[in-house]
């Protein structure tokens, strides 16, 4: 079982960048695929990047180009660098690893979740 702690949100302004972190408690995450997941208010929980086991990454077209996911090699944190935020771009984001091989897109693949942490980007 791995424990996720999410840090790094806060509240920016349209245009900014913030980084989020995922820190990984009980074992390393090199047993599973990471992904990061997002919820506004009143909007369902979506899938944001992954990286699988052996690195390989995939952002949703909503933030590719503007944000990247990224781990440290001890595979004990995985980062999400967001930059040019635009205020939809406003949720609770939450960290998940899933103990698959492969990147998946959809929130019930992923059996971990740590408590999230929120991003306003405000206009």
């Known amino acids: 079982q791995v424990q996720l702690v999410e840090s790094g949100g806060g509240l920016v302004q349209a245009g900014g960048s913030l980084r989020l972190s995922c820190a990984a408690s009980?074992?390393?995450?090199?047993?599973?695929?990471m992904g990061w997941f997002r919820q506004a208010p009143g909007k369902e929980r979506e899938f944001v990047a992954g990286?699988?086991?052996?690195?390989?990454?995939y952002h949703a077209d909503t933030v590719r180009g503007r944000f990247t996911i990224s781990r440290d090699t001890a595979w004990k944190r995985v980062d999400l660098q967001m930059t040019n935020l635009k205020p939809e771009d406003t949720a609770v984001y939450y960290c998940?690893?899933?103990?698959?091989?492969?990147?998946?897109?959809?929130?019930?693949?992923?059996?971990?979740w740590g408590q999230g942490t929120a991003v306003t980007v405000s206009s």
């Open positions: 998940a690893a899933a103990g698959r091989g492969y990147i998946a897109t959809s929130k019930t693949a992923y059996d971990y």
């Open positions: 009980g074992r390393t995450f090199s047993d599973y695929s």
């Open positions: 990286m699988n086991r052996g690195g390989g990454t």
